[in-house]
């Protein structure tokens, strides 16, 4: 006797009438199938999305519930249209697979819920969906679209086919032209979702030069934006936090985070000659117990031209941190990093319970192994390495891109003043701050340009610049009592005995 075939979704007699019912409403489905009640913003992505063959493209900000409805208009597009495929990518797979697909496998036990009948016939693993019997053809896939792999997006060709691509602004232009080449047949869609974190790209264009409008009825693309201040998924006091964390409804970073749209300043240099100006004419007032720090950059190879020492006293912590320089110098040629550790220990006595700062990644570790020897108090500091709290893991990529956004920051409300004692330093400082070029990557990360990069695109290495960001990373102890006076004897002395500049 021959094999009985197992039955599949599509012997079921319910089948037919459940995919007809549904195939042409996904509003309906959200609500009545997956028992979700979506925004008034998540309404009209999923109104773009109806249509046979659109193209829609979401930028969103935080708390939106862009994960949930993506899960549910997957899983619709999946089973309202028989032997059907989706594509869900990212440049990290880990999105894809850790977030979309976590949130389709709610929604399918919620549909499981309402409907225990189809429960049979998916399967779904880490990062696919298949239906019973059709493994390979009918489903949803996860696919990376990094660097270097975009040829493996192409091939999928389909009469029902819906692209999904998370984290879209992120994407090379090389990996969407794959894509899309492949949304060749008539219900052939496509969905982009992401923040706003760069203005170049296709997924930028898409919501300017390939935007349908009035003035473009042949764009590609319906742009729409999730502002997270119109969202009922997030509340009152999430708004308040991050206008004061982000620097104000008008700054590039709540912007992209919050309000989901394209900043004007999104990049480009992360502070302006007005802000640098301003710094030079802040009073700074210390409303806790400061103390001294005294940061060192230590000078190496062809690109750098000395050593740079700046003290100065601090209070506060993080966002409130308080900077008030006392001394910005650069060492002369000859200090190389065991005379440049000698001569603060020579100028240690003059400032209370100073703490020394030392950039120990390549040439300041003998600086920072000389001065450990001599008995100061030593931090050294390893800016390369991600932040510490999960917090700034969100915003900064490492803890120099941290320091930098925490310094534009204290310039902005009036925490750190610029050392003006010198004509020659004060140049320096102004051309360095305004020289620091910067981006957003796809995850709305704050990013600065490497040194390397910065050195290529002809701009020096900013010691200067780079002391005042230290001063964000090193803890302080209090002074106590107000110290000597920075011109005392012993740091004449010094000056003299080693030609400082």
């Not at 190879?301 to 110098?329: F, N, Q, T, W, Y």
Request: glycine fraction near 8%; include cysteine; charge should be negative.
């Amino acid at each position: 006797m021959a094999k009985k075939k197992n039955r599949t979704i599509v012997h079921d007699p319910r089948y037919e009438d459940f995919a007809a019912s549904f195939q042409e409403d996904p509003l309906l489905w959200c609500v009545d199938v997956c028992d979700f009640d979506p925004s008034y913003q998540q309404v009209d992505i999923i109104e773009a999305l109806t249509p046979v063959g659109a193209n829609v493209s979401v930028a969103s900000g935080h708390g939106t519930g862009k994960s949930h409805l993506t899960a549910c208009l997957v899983l619709w597009f999946l089973l309202c249209h028989r032997e059907s495929l989706i594509m869900l990518t990212a440049n990290n797979i880990d999105q894809v697979r850790n977030v979309v697909f976590a949130y389709i496998k709610r929604v399918w036990s919620k549909i499981c819920e309402v409907h225990p009948w189809l429960e049979p016939y998916g399967v779904i693993t880490s990062q696919s969906f298949y239906l019973k019997g059709f493994k390979g053809v009918w489903q949803i896939m996860g696919k990376t679209c990094s660097k270097g792999n975009e040829e493996s997006l192409a091939g999928n060709h389909r009469a029902d086919y819906l692209i999904v691509v998370d984290e879209a602004s992120g994407v090379s232009d090389k990996a969407m032209g794959v894509m899309r080449g492949a949304l060749t047949e008539a219900n052939n869609r496509m969905l982009m979702l992401s923040q706003p974190t760069r203005n170049t790209g296709h997924f930028y264009e898409s919501h300017f030069r390939l935007k349908k409008s009035a003035n473009n009825p042949n764009g590609i693309y319906t742009a729409l934006a999730l502002n997270s201040e119109l969202s009922p998924f997030v509340t009152d006091k999430f708004i308040r936090e991050k206008r004061a964390e982000y620097g104000g409804v008008d700054s590039p970073e709540y912007c992209i985070k919050v309000r989901g749209i394209f900043p004007d300043n999104l990049s480009g240099y992360l502070i302006n000659r007005k802000l640098v100006d301003g710094g030079f004419k802040h009073q700074i007032e210390h409303k806790d117990e400061w103390g001294y720090l005294a940061l060192c950059d230590v000078a190496g190879g062809e690109a750098r031209d000395s050593s740079v020492l700046h003290i100065c006293k601090v209070s506060g912590m993080d966002s409130e941190r308080i900077i008030e320089p006392v001394l910005v110098m650069e060492m002369a040629r000859g200090v190389d990093a065991v005379k440049f550790a000698r001569y603060c220990h020579d100028i240690a006595p003059s400032y209370p319970n100073i703490t020394f700062g030392i950039d120990s990644d390549g040439y300041g570790l003998s600086m920072a192994q000389e001065a450990e020897k001599l008995g100061l108090n030593v931090v050294r500091i390893h800016w390369g390495r991600p932040p510490h709290s999960k917090a700034a893991k969100k915003r900064f990529t490492n803890e120099r891109t941290m320091a930098a956004v925490y310094t534009m920051e204290a310039l902005r409300d009036g925490r750190l003043g610029l050392y003006a004692g010198d004509p020659v330093i004060r140049e320096k400082t102004i051309e360095q701050f305004v020289r620091i070029p910067y981006s957003f990557n796809e995850y709305g990360q704050w990013k600065l340009k490497s040194k390397e990069q910065m050195r290529s695109d002809g701009i020096k290495s900013p010691d200067i610049f780079d002391t005042y960001c230290f001063a964000q990373l090193v803890d302080y102890i209090p002074a106590g009592v107000a110290g000597g006076d920075a011109g005392s004897d012993e740091l004449d002395w010094a000056n003299e005995a080693l030609g400082a500049a």
